[in-house]
């Protein structure tokens, strides 16, 4: 397989409402994770940090100009990968044991990075010394836990924490109620969900997904796949809700 250079490993897109879209290429869609970096007054605000394979700061100057306060939207290694790189890093409480101490089966890495599936995860290879039976995600200990009704606060925006487990216990989603913005994480997004993992919970699932139904969400930027308007989160909650319920 051809292995890809540093430099080309992640690409970035701004998006209306001061979003900017970043993601690694090399990654096949349904493993890769779309990070969210949002411009604030006094602040920046990244959400999830990819594989980590390579540096994701020295790659993608945006997320170095300015303080940032990076956020785990759940501990699973293609979201937690580079948050080692930045010195404020918050998550929910019950993954910041998993976000200290990332072990290959707690963050899902022994399932799906391996050298034998290789070809299912990647289009390139990340350049060496990376080889995927090594790959072991850095730890770097929560400076900011984040609980239910906690608000970030940029200076100038405000994004409300909303903790939606089900597919890990800790899982959470940034709402900003003044654009209808919605960051939603692995809870939902428009491609196959994962409620099978070690530590994923059904009934806290649909739980979670009643809750973001309520919401009155403009656009959600999900964990994987492209964002989506209110009509497909509509969509997406009722056909999972649907199937999970006799």
Not at 187 to 208: C, E, F, K, N
Request: net charge negative; charged share 25%.
């Amino acid at each position: 397989m051809r292995i890809a250079t540093a430099d080309s490993w992640y690409e970035t897109r701004p998006l209306e409402g001061g979003v900017t879209h970043i993601w690694e290429p090399q990654i096949k869609p349904f493993y890769r994770c779309n990070m969210w970096h949002v411009r604030g007054r006094d602040c920046d605000l990244l959400i999830d940090t990819g594989m980590g394979v390579v540096a994701l700061r020295r790659q993608v100057a945006i997320l170095a100009e300015r303080p940032i306060l990076t956020v785990a939207s759940h501990t699973h290694f293609d979201h937690i990968g580079a948050h080692h790189e930045f010195a404020e890093r918050a998550v929910h409480p019950a993954e910041a044991d998993i976000l200290a101490d990332p072990r290959r089966d707690r963050t899902l890495a022994d399932k799906y990075v391996r050298d034998a599936a290789d070809s299912d995860m990647f289009t390139s290879m990340p350049p060496p010394p990376y080889r995927s039976d090594d790959y072991l995600v850095a730890g770097a200990p929560a400076t900011r836990l984040l609980a239910d009704g906690d608000v970030i606060d940029l200076g100038d925006r405000h994004f409300a924490v909303l903790h939606l487990p089900g597919h890990s216990p800790g899982g959470i989603a940034l709402w900003e109620a003044a654009t209808g913005i919605l960051f939603s994480g692995d809870t939902v997004y428009d491609g196959p969900l994962i409620d099978d993992a070690y530590h994923s919970d059904v009934d806290d699932y649909l739980r979670s997904m009643e809750r973001l139904r309520a919401l009155p969400a403009r656009i959600v930027h999900g964990g994987h796949f492209a964002s989506f308007g209110r009509e497909r989160l509509i969509a997406l909650i009722d056909a999972y809700v649907e199937a999970k319920r006799p």
